[in-house]
């Protein structure tokens, strides 16, 4: 059965029937891991590459620092800041499947 939806109200979905949904939920809604300011680029903690998707797979970074993270390494960057970014990225699907279940 289809649902009517008003003009403009969003409906959504599953991350696995949409990765692009997700991703913009991280990018306009978390904040990046260092400045705290949304409007992120987010960044794959397994790269697409090695077979990572979105879901426990994504961190909010500004560009700035998404950059440093690929010029300097994963490690050095996550011991720079004191970041566990495979934690943060599955603290936040969970915050996406609590607000959208
Ligand atoms: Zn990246």
């Not at 059965?1 to 809604?29: C, H």
């Not at 978390?30 to 590459?49: A, F, N």
């Not at 490690?75 to 499947?97: C, H, M, P, V, W």
Request: charged content about 30%; hydrophobic content about 30%.
């Amino acid at each position: 059965m289809e649902i009517d939806l008003p003009f403009g109200v969003q409906e959504w979905a599953p991350i696995e029937d949409d990765p692009n949904r997700y991703k913009q939920w991280v990018s306009l809604t978390q904040p990046c891991l260092v400045s705290k300011r949304t409007m992120s680029d987010p960044h794959h903690v397994t790269s697409r590459g090695a077979g990572g998707g979105e879901r426990d797979n994504i961190v909010p970074l500004q560009r700035v620092f998404h950059s440093e993270l690929h010029n300097i390494g994963r490690d050095s960057f996550a011991i720079k800041y004191g970041l566990d970014l495979r934690r943060e990225a599955i603290r936040i699907t969970n915050e996406y499947d609590e607000g959208h279940i």
